[in-house]
């Protein structure tokens, strides 16, 4: 079943403005992850958040995790053209496996 | 010195045919994944498996099939494949549940 739900679907700003993008979930998690894929690309891993954890940052990355409400959200500031891509937030329900549960993502244009 | 490599990148293939999909990581992960992106980019996952557990997605067809040689390796097997398999089919590995490493995919497309 779908766990993660990102808003908006589709976000399209001006190099150097700030992009927020949200994530909704579910049920209970270990931990929430950020993934960029490029059009056509295999996804990259951004960022890790643990469920005991409200805020982290990777360069120009933050991301913030609300577990009361089930949210999570990641900002990209001075965002660059290259930062065009989709980004998807993914659960970590725990288990032996470790499976992800993916939303659908938001696709993300930097116009330059 | 790819970390995650899948192999064809890129696959044409008629109804009913049998294909492989071969997947090799060298970042000595104990637990590799095959994930299905559809056209419409959601993500699900298909199969985990490490040397003690294969945990399969039940809504995944039994024509699918993963085939693990070795730690390294994981690759899909698919048997009469059906025009509704086309998708981008992604390997992943990880040491342990958290950060996955991703592979580059693998677009199949069924005629």
């Known amino acids: 079943s779908q766990q993660g739900e990102e808003d908006p679907q589709a976000l399209s700003i001006q190099e150097g403005e700030n992009a927020t993008m949200n994530c909704s979930y579910k049920t209970s998690i270990n931990n929430l992850q950020w993934y960029r894929q490029n059009s056509g690309r295999g996804l990259v891993h951004l960022i890790l958040?643990?469920?005991?954890?409200r805020e982290k940052h990777s360069g120009r990355l933050r991301v913030t995790l609300d577990t009361s409400k089930k949210s999570s959200s990641l900002l990209i500031t001075a965002s660059r053209a290259a930062d065009t891509a989709s980004y998807f937030c993914?659960?970590?329900?725990?288990?032996?496996?470790?499976?992800?549960?993916f939303g659908k993502g938001t696709k993300l244009s930097v116009k330059p | 010195d790819t970390a995650v490599s899948q192999t064809p990148k890129y696959l044409v293939t008629q109804m009913g045919n049998d294909k492989s999909i071969k997947c090799e990581q060298n970042?000595?992960?104990?637990?590799m994944y095959w994930y299905k992106q559809d056209s419409k980019k959601f993500l699900k996952i298909m199969f985990s498996?490490?040397?003690?557990?294969?945990?399969i997605n039940e809504t995944v067809p039994n024509r699918f099939s993963p085939k693990s040689p070795d730690k390294a390796h994981l690759n899909l097997h698919i048997n009469s494949l059906e025009l509704g398999d086309s998708a981008v089919y992604f390997c992943?590995?990880?040491?342990?549940?958290?950060?996955?490493?991703f592979g580059q995919g693998t677009r199949l497309t069924v005629v």
């Open positions: 958040i643990r469920s005991n954890e």
């Open positions: 993914a659960t970590d329900e725990g288990g032996s496996q470790g499976n992800l549960i």
């Open positions: 498996y490490n040397n003690k557990e294969l945990i």
């Open positions: 992943a590995s990880s040491a342990h549940p958290g950060q996955k490493t």
């Open positions: 970042l000595g992960h104990d637990t």
